[in-house]
């Protein structure tokens, strides 16, 4: 079994920065496709980012590409997710995921039903 807890959501002012991170225990990190995803008020859960097991290939939402940075650290179990130039819409709650599965095609990362593991979230608020 794999457990993952968020850390580092926060209240921020817009153009702000936050790191949001995902420790990860119960198994080995480098056996999993890790990714990031967000849920607002209201609103569907969205994918935000995603990472190979690898680390050779990192996918982002349009949305937040060229503003957010996911990383890995395999020795550490640790997952990152840089978050810079915050706009209020990203207001959320953001989730740490893990998937055992494998990737056949870049559509796959954004595929919230492809990750096996769920973090329990991280509130991420960015005030106007």
């Known amino acids: 079994q794999v457990q993952l807890v968020e850390s580092g959501g926060a209240l921020v002012q817009t153009g702000g920065s936050l790191r949001l991170s995902c420790a990860v225990s119960g198994r080995t990190l480098s056996a999993y496709v890790m990714g990031w995803f967000r849920q607002a008020p209201g609103k569907e859960r969205e994918f935000v980012a995603a990472?190979?097991?690898?680390?050779?290939?990192?996918h982002y939402a349009d949305s937040v590409k060229g503003r957010f940075t996911i990383s890995r650290d395999n020795v550490k179990n640790t997952v990152l997710l840089q978050l810079d130039g915050l706009k209020p819409e990203d207001t959320a709650v953001y989730h740490c995921?893990?998937?055992?599965?494998?990737?056949?095609?870049?559509?796959?990362?954004?595929?919230?039903?492809?990750?096996?593991?769920w973090g329990q979230g991280t509130q991420v608020t960015v005030s106007s």
């Open positions: 990472i190979s097991r690898s680390t050779r290939s990192t």
């Open positions: 995921a893990a998937s055992a599965k494998i990737f056949n095609s870049q559509n796959d990362y954004q595929r919230g039903g492809w990750y096996n593991y």
